[in-house]
């Protein structure tokens, strides 16, 4: 029944001239999650599979951190993406250099009036890749065998949070040193998601260049090499210098004690107010230092 009056209401629209219009505007896109590299251009689908109306209002906006701002309105593109992007038909926006500051969610929005259901909007999300920067790597200069360091690499830029892989003389270090036949004695870790490179204890075939590399899926960079040198112990050099610091010691503690002895360390002046004046064994008495004369206290004969 519901056919026949279905094929009936068609007949008389038909013969008044009159066709039914749609029910209304109808949105989709080809992706809701697309991602981009930097610098690359980008198109936004927003398609229309129905409307009746002749000139729909077409309106696109960019929601970041919550806040929507538009980036066409009014039959022109405005905002971040003003002289960078473009309207296609039917509703796609095209980006020609996506930056890292285009991440962000897009509402395509559609106003018909003639339609039935007369508005329809669709959600996209736009993540942009960034490319790694040069990471900055720490390595030591000298370390002593037996001993533990660490290899440090980061990078701030890239989008999504890179990956770091380490090289050693050239030649990439395996996650688990067990899978390498030539380093299945090494006691190093790495963690990939960090760029922290381990030695539990450091051997002497760990000696050589290292250089970091940061990978995402818009690129990677890595620093320069640097070089990492591995000395034995020196057992001998630090008893000879132990034992010199006892030779020095002890020559010290003597040099002081003989000091000592001949007083060395006694006050400046004491002497000079101890002064002894000579004993007199003559018969002349000198008198006092003060009176410019001596006196005869004995006599003599000539």
């Known amino acids: 029944m519901a056919i026949v009056r279905l094929i009936a209401c068609l007949i008389i629209y038909t013969s008044l001239g009159h066709f039914p219009s749609s029910l209304g505007v109808i949105l989709r896109t080809t992706d809701r999650i697309v991602w981009a590299n930097e610098f690359e251009p980008i198109e936004l689908t927003c398609l229309i599979e129905s409307i009746s109306t002749n000139n729909p209002r077409i309106e696109w906006k960019k929601i970041k951190n919550g806040v929507p701002s538009y980036v066409y309105f009014?039959?022109?593109?405005?905002?971040?993406?003003?002289?960078?992007?473009?309207?296609?038909?039917?509703?796609?926006?095209?980006?020609?250099?996506?930056?890292?500051?285009?991440?962000?969610?897009?509402?395509?929005?559609?106003?018909?009036?003639?339609?039935?259901?007369?508005?329809?909007?669709?959600?996209?999300?736009?993540?942009?890749?960034?490319?790694?920067?040069?990471?900055?790597?720490?390595?030591?200069?000298?370390?002593?065998?037996?001993?533990?360091?660490?290899?440090?690499?980061?990078?701030?830029?890239?989008?999504?949070?890179?990956?770091?892989?380490?090289?050693?003389?050239?030649?990439?270090?395996?996650?688990?040193?067990?899978?390498?036949?030539?380093?299945?004695?090494?006691?190093?870790?790495?963690?990939?998601?960090?760029?922290?490179?381990?030695?539990?204890?450091?051997?002497?075939?760990?000696?050589?260049?290292?250089?970091?590399?940061?990978?995402?899926?818009?690129?990677?960079?890595?620093?320069?090499?640097?070089?990492?040198?591995?000395?034995?112990?020196?057992i001998l050099g630090i008893f000879l210098k132990g034992f010199g610091g006892v030779i020095l010691f002890l020559c010290l503690a003597t040099f002081i004690c003989h000091s000592l002895k001949r007083g060395c360390f006694n006050k400046k002046g004491h002497n000079e107010n101890n002064y002894n004046w000579p004993a007199q064994t003559d018969g002349v008495d000198y008198g006092d230092a003060d009176e410019g004369h001596f006196r005869h206290k004995s006599s003599f004969i000539i």
Request: hydrophobic letters at 30%; proline letters at 7%; aromatic letters at 8%.
């Open 74 to 234: 009014q039959n022109k593109i405005a905002g971040d993406l003003e002289q960078r992007a473009q309207l296609r038909e039917p509703a796609n926006i095209l980006i020609f250099n996506t930056t890292r500051s285009d991440t962000a969610e897009y509402r395509c929005e559609v106003a018909a009036i003639d339609d039935q259901r007369d508005f329809d909007e669709i959600l996209i999300s736009l993540a942009v890749r960034v490319k790694p920067v040069v990471p900055r790597c720490s390595v030591p200069e000298a370390v002593t065998v037996g001993t533990s360091t660490e290899l440090r690499c980061l990078e701030n830029e890239g989008f999504p949070a890179p990956q770091y892989r380490w090289f050693h003389n050239k030649e990439e270090l395996p996650q688990d040193p067990k899978n390498s036949p030539k380093l299945v004695n090494s006691s190093y870790t790495i963690n990939p998601d960090t760029g922290g490179l381990k030695f539990r204890s450091v051997r002497k075939d760990d000696a050589g260049e290292y250089y970091c590399q940061a990978k995402n899926d818009a690129g990677h960079a890595q620093c320069p090499p640097q070089k990492m040198e591995v000395y034995d112990v020196d």
